[in-house]
């Protein structure tokens, strides 16, 4: 699109919007229109991010993540002028996966968080949002890796679990009067 911030830039590639970012597992638009996404880390410094049009996210340059082999990535370092900071970020690492936002009234205290299955942390990360900024976070533990997270039309939670033993379900996450 002739708004991306590349777009007639000599040796930039026009389809660029936003970058240094590691690996992107989820995004969700909320009702207000905030793009976040979540991203793995290495081992250490999975993120939630709101990526902004032309702004760099660091990777690989900065990171709160090591190698797997316990090294440094890059230099270390988890701060630079000009690359923004995660607005979250999980050390050690929850492994995200699919997100929603809760915007129903089921489950009246999650109203307005953002939702992230964790393969890792085997549940859902519930971020309590503030304007820009993660407020609070609580976790529903599941005992399964999750893969996906959706909000269903009757508000209860749906979580996609996955394993190479039991294979996949879903898992209903809602009050116990409404279930």
Not at 107 to 130: F, K
Not at 137 to 149: F, K, W
Request: net charge negative; no cysteine.
């Amino acid at each position: 699109p002739q708004d991306n911030p590349f777009v007639g830039q000599a040796g930039a590639q026009p389809a660029i919007w936003s970058y240094g970012h590691r690996n992107i597992q989820s995004a969700v638009i909320t009702e207000a229109g905030v793009l976040w996404t979540v991203e793995h880390g290495p081992r250490g410094g999975d993120e939630l991010n709101n990526p902004q049009p032309g702004v760099n996210h660091g990777w690989p340059v900065i990171t709160y993540g090591v190698n797997y082999n316990g090294t440094e990535v890059g230099q270390g370092i988890t701060q630079l002028e000009g690359m923004a900071q995660p607005n979250y970020y999980w050390d050690p690492v929850i492994a995200p996966s699919g997100m929603a936002e809760y915007t129903d009234d089921l489950i009246d205290e999650w109203d307005g968080a953002l939702l992230v299955g964790g393969l890792v942390s085997q549940g859902i990360v519930i971020l309590h949002m503030d304007g820009g900024r993660v407020e609070r976070e609580d976790r529903v533990s599941l005992g399964h890796r999750i893969r996906d997270v959706r909000v269903g039309p009757d508000g209860a939670v749906y979580a996609v679990t996955t394993s190479r033993r039991s294979g996949s379900r879903i898992i209903r996450i809602a009050p116990a009067e409404a279930s």
